[in-house]
């Protein structure tokens, strides 16, 4: 049974269970083979105080084979082949999770040696602009959460949500030249102003209460400094201004967009295809701290 979500005393909240369903339906205006998808769509067993209860992948076509993989990030990789496609493929996705309210997600001593929490990317390499807001910042704030607060804060003020002036390839430096965005670019930017005044920090790709389309944070990393060599990941949502809390879900985390991107892939066509999304994320459950 459904919550509203108007109902909800979040700050007393200690509890919750959502149910989210997603579809991706393709359409090509000719049969087109050789198929080979990548969904990114499938949250870890664990993360933090979120935990899995159930998920499933179905695919509407005959002959289509899924295997599921796990990343280097340790993300959640479903890959689809399809050797013909006659005219549409839908991808059906079905989970459920439930969070806690709790200590955010403890990552184990060796969490730097990647070195993409703290090296830039492909997306997010700061220009001479970016590097010149870190100083500034860097300097305004002592390193930590105080630091990854204020930069949390420089983000939202700095743009201005607009849906459709920038794409899955836009840099930070470029989305925030124009000043505006979405949410994967909000994260773009801070992750890059971020690893400039040397916070480690990753994307999270996932879900928020409320919101239609897949959503995008940061996860500043921080050494817990009680001798076990953990660092605790720290959620913060530059595009609303706060930190990410229980009415999140956590899908994927990564470098960038790039590394989490929900659907992609490739097929042999001289045509382009067409793509249909939709996503409902449903509160079914709800428990209070008591008084």
């Known amino acids: ?46 993360f933090g105080d979120q935990r899995r209860l159930r998920h499933q992948v179905s695919v509407g076509l005959d002959g289509v084979t899924l295997d599921d993989l796990r990343d280097r990030f340790g993300n959640n990789v479903v890959e689809v082949f399809a050797p013909r496609v006659a005219s549409a493929i839908e991808f059906d996705v079905n989970i459920a999770v439930e969070r806690r309210a709790a200590e955010p997600n403890r990552l ?28 500034d910042l860097g300097g305004s704030a002592s390193w930590g959460l105080e630091l990854a607060d204020r930069i949390n804060g420089w983000v939202h003020e700095a743009m201005t949500y607009e849906y459709g002036v920038t794409g899955v390839r836009t840099t930070a430096a470029e989305a925030l030249a124009q000043g505006s965005g979405v949410c994967q670019d909000y994260a773009h930017i801070m992750l890059t ?31 817990t400094n009680d001798g076990t060599g953990d660092a605790i990941a720290w959620p913060f949502d530059p595009t609303q201004a706060s930190r990410a809390g229980l009415g999140y879900v956590t899908i994927a985390v990564g470098a960038d967009y790039s590394d989490v991107a929900p659907t992609s892939g490739t097929y042999v066509s001289a045509f382009l295809g067409r793509l249909e999304t939709h996503k409902t994320v449903t509160l079914t459950e709800m428990e209070y701290a008591a008084d």
Not at 117 to 135: G, N, V, W
Request: aromatic share 8%; hydrophobic share 40%; charged share 20%.
């Open 193 to 223: 102003i971020c690893r400039a005044c040397g916070l480690p920090a990753r994307y999270v790709s996932g879900h928020l209460l409320g919101q239609g389309g897949t959503h995008a944070w940061v996860e500043v990393v921080l050494p």
């Open 1 to 46: 049974m459904a919550i509203e979500i108007a109902s909800v005393n979040w700050p007393a909240a200690r509890r919750a269970t959502y149910s989210v369903t997603q579809s991706f339906r393709y359409e090509y205006p000719q049969p087109v083979s050789d198929l080979k998808h990548r969904l990114v769509v499938i949250p870890p067993e664990r």
């Open 108 to 135: 184990l001593d060796g969490w730097l040696a990647d070195g993409y929490l703290i090296q830039p990317s492909a997306l997010t390499t700061p220009d001479a602009h970016i590097r010149r807001i870190a100083e």
